[in-house]
C-alpha cells in the first residue's frame, strides 16, 4: 500500500500530488522507502506547488547524507541552502532502507526540514504562500536504478 516512483532514465524529477486542492501553512510527513536505489537517487516532499506546474517549493534527501530545499521555479532550480547547492548532514543516516521526511510550508516564509524526528535546517523565503502539495523524486546523473516507495503520507495544519 505504498506509492512506488520507479525511474529508467537519469536526471529525471517527477513528483505526483493527492488531489487538486491548495494548502497554505502546512507540515508534511511521509515515510520513504529506498529500495536500494542508486545513491545519487533523491527523495522528498514538495508544497507551494502553482497551478503552472513549474512553481514551488521541495525538500529533498539523498541517501548519501546530501539535502537540499529548494525553490523550483522557470529555468535551474535555486537551492536555498549551503549556497545554491546541495549540503551535507551528520544528522541524515547515509544508506538506510527507510527514512521519514517531514516539512514545514509556512505562510510567514519558514521552511524547514526534518528527517528522522531531527531538525536538519531551516530558510525563508516567501516567493510562493500557498499551493498544492506532494511527494518528488529524482533519479541522479549516474543513476543505474532509482526506485522509491512512499508511504503514510500525512498533511496538518501547521501549528
Known amino acids: 500500500n505504498a506509492l512506488k516512483m520507479i525511474f529508467y532514465t537519469q536526471n529525471l524529477i517527477d513528483w505526483i500530488t493527492p488531489n487538486e486542492n491548495s494548502y497554505e501553512n502546512v507540515h508534511l510527513e511521509t515515510t520513504v522507502m529506498t529500495n536500494n536505489s542508486d545513491p545519487s537517487s533523491g527523495f522528498g516532499l514538495m508544497c507551494n506547488l502553482l497551478p503552472d506546474d513549474h512553481s514551488y517549493y521541495y525538500f529533498m534527501i ?16 535555486v537551492f536555498l541552502t549551503n549556497n545554491d547547492h546541495w549540503a551535507t548532514s551528520d544528522m541524515i543516516t547515509r544508506n538506510a532502507s527507510s527514512y521519514r521526511l517531514c516539512a514545514d510550508c509556512g505562510s510567514d516564509g519558514v521552511l524547514t526540514l526534518y528527517v528522522d524526528g531531527q531538525k536538519i535546517d531551516s530558510v525563508s523565503d516567501s516567493t510562493y504562500t500557498k499551493g498544492r502539495v506532494g511527494l518528488i523524486a529524482l533519479s541522479g546523473e549516474d543513476a543505474t536504478k532509482t526506485d522509491i516507495s512512499f508511504d503514510d503520507f500525512l498533511v496538518t495544519t501547521l501549528k
Not at 62 to 77: C, M, N, Q, R, W
Open 62 to 77: 539523498k541517501s548519501t547524507g546530501e539535502y537540499a530545499i529548494a525553490l523550483a521555479v522557470a529555468g535551474p532550480d
